[in-house]
């Protein structure tokens, strides 16, 4: 190993508000010399590195994003000129942050890399809906899924992980909500499973939707823009519509 | 709602170290007149609370653990003494804190209250691997679980949302270690599975253990005292001993 090298800190910038990321990675982006952040990233965040270059690589879903090759090549060069490099992704790295793909292109490059965990867009959802993802006698297990619309696979393998686990969160799906919905309605999940969508949550622009999975379709017409998610379960049962509780209740 | 009452946090601690504490916790702790914290929650994440009453309320698996009911009886009482009341929980509240009562409790009680979220000890033990849980073309879905032991299910709950998952991740199951791997091998889960085992993820005494489920049982024998979680799947086969992933892949 170059003993000039730097170290390369890929970073959780949390789920949006600036003050939910960490304190060492606070601590970090005041040192960095050069930050790399993706798209999602809070600009309030991307600023608390006050002395850095800050490159936006500008990953988001469905949007122009720089390709994962050229960033894992800024990250090698940035090492090898500056001491700390911070790569700051949205969430936590480790959760739907192809951080896979940029710790295996250090490591063949031989560039020392730390990982500072973050909080990801579930917790920062379920913190502001107020609903805990697992409850005692209600659910004990929780599923993380990015859904794959459109592969024709019969039945797909995130419909079953979403089946099996008595929460569900799906990140990077509200745009496909109709299909999502017609693949776990096929599946055999109940039409009546109360869901929750939280959009920019943790941020002042954040807005809740609830439904059942029979209305999921409907969340195409709320004009979601912003980064959201999609939970499902019984521990959403809570935040349905009054009218809409009652009436799941009588025919319960 | 009296409007002397004041209000009570519910805020995540994070994995175990106090710098992974958020930015908005470490400013609540400041502000706090009292705070009533989990056994689990590192000493120093406790000690930023300077001004605040620090009540210890021994949650711990297997350890004597103050009733729950108490608990909300003080989060009641102390916010209509105090302006700003913390409820610190390891890892992140809303994910196996046990945080629903609480918030039920407040909510009976008009008593305002706030989650802030954390980093939960998945991400730590994640980013003290190195290992992503998710990873384009190998992991999709991770399952996060508490292990039902021993309550005479044919097949638990828990056991078919690991096994429908790409990645799961078992809170609070080191101790019956050996019962997992009978559970999930008599489900089918292939006996090579790659497991990784976190113990005191993110502090500077964390220890990690890799190996496949047939040898689950041993991890009995390591003596593992410190607060753990096990992890399975491909995405950690990248962690296992030299011999045993050259001889897992002689087989594949």
Not at 10 to 35: E, H, K, M, Q
Not at 122 to 148: C, D, I, K, N, Y
Request: charged share 20%; net charge neutral.
């Amino acid at each position: 190993m170059n003993k000039s090298m730097g170290k390369v800190y890929l970073v959780g910038a949390g789920p949006g508000a600036p003050d939910l990321l960490t304190v060492r990675a606070a601590r970090l982006l005041a040192r960095a010399s050069i930050v790399f952040y993706d798209a999602l990233v809070h600009p309030e965040t991307v600023a608390l590195a006050t002395g850095a270059n800050k490159v936006a690589v500008g990953k988001r879903c469905s949007q122009i994003s720089t390709d994962q090759r050229f960033i894992n090549r800024c990250l090698i060069e940035a090492a090898q000129k500056h001491e700390v490099v911070v790569r700051l992704k949205g969430g936590d790295p480790m959760l739907f942050g192809r951080a896979m793909e940029e710790i295996a292109a250090l490591e063949r490059a031989h560039v020392p890399y730390e990982i500072v965990p973050g909080v990801t867009a579930a917790f920062g959802a379920a913190a502001q809906l107020g609903v805990s993802l697992t409850e005692r006698g209600v659910a004990r297990s929780v599923a993380f899924v990015t859904p794959r619309i459109g592969h024709g696979e019969p039945q797909a393998e995130w419909v079953k992980s979403v089946l099996e686990a008595d929460t569900a969160v799906l990140y990077m799906g509200v745009g496909r909500a109709r299909e999502i919905q017609a693949a776990l309605l096929d599946a055999g999940l109940s039409r009546a499973t109360p869901i929750a969508i939280v959009e920019q949550a943790s941020l002042p622009e954040a807005r809740v939707f609830s439904c059942v999975l029979s209305d999921l379709h409907q969340a195409m017409d709320w004009g979601i823009t912003g980064p959201a998610i999609i939970m499902l379960g019984e521990v959403f049962r809570r935040v349905l519509p009054a009218w809409q509780a009652e009436l799941l209740s009588a025919f319960a």
